[in-house]
């Protein structure tokens, strides 16, 4: 009985696959996702593009760098659809150009543009006429203080941390050389990096870019080597990397995570991490070549639409989700860093090989020497008689595109340039230079030649937004107020928005009013709304209104009882300053309803806030 047993089981272990076969399936498999996903990500992305003036980070950013990356490891693409959606993409990017130059920008630039300007170069799309070296200088002027680069806009996990705006910023920085301005933009690089350093992740997308950034910063390795090991133990017992210590693994942070691995923490494809990340992937998959990550959006946002892609609401997400879960496959199916994200940085066109049209009609040499130029270009534009106050078709002035440089500034005022002049929007130089980060004592030079305020508080605004208290003291000394302008945010609004303590607090010592608001929304909210904690303490100790509401009706409360993941020490502060936990907020109910539908941490503190006030009507109040 013995020799048949052991005949049986040496046949079954025979029939079993090898590793080595393992492995080949697995490839295959993941092989015919990509293959499955790359036709549905193109068409959304294209559908996106016909029907949204705007590119967005998920369709455009994260899609464009997953068809990208695809590509250069040799996976094949519709390449007419792709050449379609690039073209569109840089015709919008071209026409953002004149509010750039102008101080302006997009929604939540420089996040999108940067996300975007990254994917453009991976693809080797970028246009040739200078109009990325202008984007890298309105990119560059919105870099705060402290080195990093704040989102406007707070909608996770894409559009919400410093850390991925940063990471994608100084990346545009180095890949775009602005003539005349090298060793401005590798200082600026250099500030970045060390701002990522120095900055702990709290969540997964921030642990991913700021690896990124960390790659592409060439930060210390020891600094680098840690970040990876601190990725890697993330990674939960079904292979997969969660958003948050709070959610499941999904297909968004396991696809970003296994990339950043490979590429810049050289974790092999092969080795039991990836594997297992892989099969994570695969189980998540979709059979429509889709995967589904369901949207932490719970604020009022742009309004949905259908792209064609999967998954209803969650589509937008589920995108990116799927953008990043292709390229972590790829990069299974052909390992080997990934072309996309380490293009060859384009060197510094000439200066006069830039297009003077990206400046607008009537540009002139001079002003393309006061925008891309170095001393000695500005000084010999200056001297071929050129008319120092001439203007765009924008209004632009060549003071006005040089206020980035103190010292191209001064060369020329010295030749007279006048600096009363304003655009349209009212904008004067010093406006300009109030909100361009890192630009010295351009201020000072400026006031020194005469320049007056003329908006006491949207120019104050401005400089809150950089988070340069120099600049705000400089400003305030020379007649700027913090006093609320028209429809535009409020400087205390906006320092908050960017979770700026130290701006927040010295705007409250400046009197700056606690509840202004900007579409009914206050800092407290924005506070609320953020997860910050310390600046909603600083916010209700200053005698923040409360209770206010915004034009949704939504208060502090409710909004801290929805946030994502969830601060229950914020709701546990409002309690405790007096939030009127019976409030409601129109069509979300009061904070306890938001808590309820959103399994919010904070749910028994509400729930006890509510039993205690029914308890305290019962007794008439006493």
């Keep these: ?68 990356h695809a590509v250069a490891k040799g996976f094949a693409i519709d390449a007419a659809l792709f050449d379609g959606q690039v073209a569109a993409i840089r015709d919008r990017f071209r026409r953002s150009l004149a509010s750039l130059k102008g101080g302006g920008g997009v929604i939540n630039f420089p996040f999108g543009h940067a996300y975007v300007t990254v994917a453009l170069a991976g693809a080797g799309a970028t246009p040739a006429d200078g109009s990325m070296q202008v984007f890298v200088h309105g990119a560059a002027g919105r870099q705060h203080v402290s080195g990093s680069w704040r989102s406007e806009s707070h909608r996770p996990p894409i559009e919400d941390s410093p850390v991925t705006i940063t990471a994608l910023a100084l990346r545009s920085l180095q890949l775009f050389a602005v003539p005349g301005r090298q060793d401005e933009m590798r200082e600026r690089v250099a500030k970045a990096t060390a701002w990522l350093e120095r900055t702990e992740a709290t969540s997964t997308e921030e642990a991913v870019f700021r ?17 990876v090991r601190e990725l890697l133990a993330q990674q939960r017992d079904d292979g997969g990397w969660a958003q948050l210590p709070t959610l499941a693994s999904d ?31 695969l189980a998540l998959k979709q059979p429509d070549g889709s995967w589904h990550t369901r949207t932490r959006r719970r604020l009022p946002g742009l309004p949905y639409f259908e792209t064609g892609f999967p998954h209803g609401i969650d589509q937008f997400v589920s995108y990116a989700a799927s953008a990043w879960a292709t390229m972590a496959l790829v990069t299974f199916v052909r390992p080997g860093r990934s072309a996309a994200f380490w293009p060859d940085p384009e060197p510094a066109p000439a200066l006069e090989a830039i297009d003077p049209a990206v400046l607008g009609e009537g540009a002139t040499a001079l002003h393309r020497a006061a925008l891309f130029g170095d001393g000695s270009q500005l000084a010999a534009a200056l001297g071929d008689g050129a008319e120092v106050d001439a203007a765009t078709e924008d209004g ?14 001064q060369q020329l005022l010295d030749r007279g340039a006048d600096v009363a002049r304003s655009l349209p929007g009212r904008l004067t130089a010093l406006e300009l230079a109030a909100g361009y980060g890192g630009n010295g004592d351009t201020i000072d030079r400026l006031l020194a030649a005469g320049a007056t305020i003329a908006r006491p508080g949207r120019i104050a605004g401005r400089a809150a937004a950089g988070g340069d208290l120099g600049k705000l003291e400089r400003l305030l000394a020379a007649g700027a107020n913090l006093a609320p302008v028209g429809k535009e945010p409020p400087p205390l609004l906006i320092a908050t928005g960017n979770g700026d303590v130290a701006m927040v607090r010295r705007l409250l010592a400046a009197g700056a009013a606690i509840d202004a608001s900007y579409e009914g929304f206050t800092s407290l909210l924005a506070a609320a709304a953020d997860g910050n904690l310390v600046l909603v303490r600083e916010l209700l100790a200053a005698g923040a209104a409360i209770d206010h509401a915004d034009e949704e009706g939504l208060t502090a409360l409710v909004v801290a009882a929805m946030h994502d993941p969830g601060h229950d020490e914020i709701v546990a502060a409002l309690l405790a300053a007096g939030a009127d936990v019976r409030k409601r907020a129109g069509e979300f109910g009061n904070a306890l309803d938001v808590a309820r539908a959103h399994h919010h941490p904070a749910l028994p503190l509400l729930e006890r806030a509510m039993a205690k006030d029914e308890g305290s009507r019962r007794n008439g109040g006493r």
Excluded: F, N
């Design 1 to 68: 009985m013995i020799r048949p047993l052991a005949a049986t089981l040496s046949a079954l272990l025979l029939a079993l696959p090898t590793a080595a076969q393992q492995g080949a399936q697995l490839h295959e498999r993941a092989s015919a996702a990509v293959d499955r996903s790359l036709p549905l990500l193109q068409q959304s992305a294209a559908t996106w593009i016909e029907r949204r003036s705007c590119v967005s980070c998920h369709h455009q950013g994260a899609g464009l760098l997953a068809l990208g």
């Design 211 to 227: 690896l990124w950034g960390l790659g592409w910063g060439d930060a210390a390795s020891e600094v680098r080597e840690r970040a």
């Design 251 to 281: 297909a968004y942070a396991t696809g970003s995570a296994l990339l950043v691995l490979h590429d810049v923490g050289g974790v092999a494809t092969d080795s039991a991490a990836y594997v297992r990340g892989v099969e994570r992937l």
């Design 396 to 409: 632009l002035t060549s003071l006005m595109l040089a206020i980035h440089d103190p010292r191209r500034v």
